[in-house]
């Protein structure tokens, strides 16, 4: 799978068509204009390639409460990292209500909320960020429990409150404390790759059955890279898989690559695949 994501098929420039293409390119490149203009192509581009892959941020429609369904009865123990007002909590105890859940959420209006809905001794509600260092950091926090409040300042909507929030990491939360944990929910707004590398020795050492992550935009605002998340998966033997509303596609990043738009995937530790079996698509594309 690395091999694959490092090998991109291209056109040769010493071939005749590899010349004719570099010096098309040379002439519109050496224009400031055309180039802008490449921008905006490329924008676009990526935001279509993010609505084929994505589809919809609606959990009824693209795949998430129907992964929940599949795993019924599958579920003991949970952590929803980024729980806002924690629909997908709710969602996963009328599949498993009998699951044991950590809920993480900085934002004081969230963990008010989520603290009235869930009187469940059962059900943890932990005001902090998760990532990947220990500290304080900035927050900025939506009005009305808003859905991309986030770490990453800039990506969060106009009006967002910043105030500073404390930050661990899942390793220090949960690696010594909880045992082993079958679904880890992350979303968080752009700092889902840097809360996975706080999680890189619960990862490393099989703690964690099945991860689901969030990918958007934001991710480019907080320097990660869908390569490099592929990339560690790979490396301690998880595959990563697309979810849509057809179901789990292994993700070919040599085709794809990064489009920063919104999707969610699905980080499978390879010895709890066949629970999922059903549900894997058998092509290149969703």
């Known amino acids: 799978m690395l091999e694959a994501m490092n090998n991109h098929a291209w056109i040769k420039p010493t071939s005749l068509l590899g010349a004719a293409a570099d010096a098309i390119h040379s002439a519109l490149g050496s224009r400031e204009t055309m180039a802008k203009l490449a921008i905006k192509i490329r924008n676009q581009m990526n935001m279509i390639v993010g609505k084929h892959l994505g589809q919809s941020c609606n959990s009824y429609v693209n795949g998430e409460y129907y992964l ?31 699951a044991t859940g950590h809920l993480y959420d900085p934002s004081r209006a969230c963990c008010e909320f989520l603290r009235a809905k869930f009187q469940d001794n059962r059900i943890i509600i932990h005001d902090k960020a998760l990532s990947n260092f220990e500290g304080i950091a900035e927050f900025a926090e939506e009005v009305d429990r808003g859905e991309t409040s986030s770490l990453n300042i800039y990506s969060a909507a106009p009006g967002a409150i910043v105030r500073q929030v404390n930050v661990s990491t899942f390793d220090r939360e949960l690696l010594s404390n909880s045992g ?10 752009g700092s889902d790759f840097q809360v996975i590398q706080g999680a890189q020795e619960a990862l490393k050492n099989g703690c964690i059955r099945w991860l689901q992550f969030e990918y958007n935009a934001s991710w480019l605002d907080a320097g990660s890279s869908l390569k490099n998340a592929l990339q560690f998966f790979d490396s301690i033997h998880f595959d990563t898989y697309l979810l849509s ?22 980080a499978v530790r390879r010895d709890s695949l066949s629970l999922l079996s059903g549900l894997i698509v058998p092509t290149a594309s969703p």
């Open 180 to 189: 082993p944990i079958d679904f880890v929910k992350i979303d968080a707004e």
């Open 68 to 98: 929940l369904e599949v795993l019924k009865g599958k579920i003991c123990t949970f952590v929803d990292i980024g729980a806002n007002s924690g629909e997908w909590t709710e969602a996963l105890l009328s599949f498993n209500p009998d």
């Open 245 to 266: 509303k057809k179901g789990l596609t292994l993700f070919d990043y040599s085709q794809w690559g990064d489009f920063y738009a919104y999707a969610n995937f699905l």
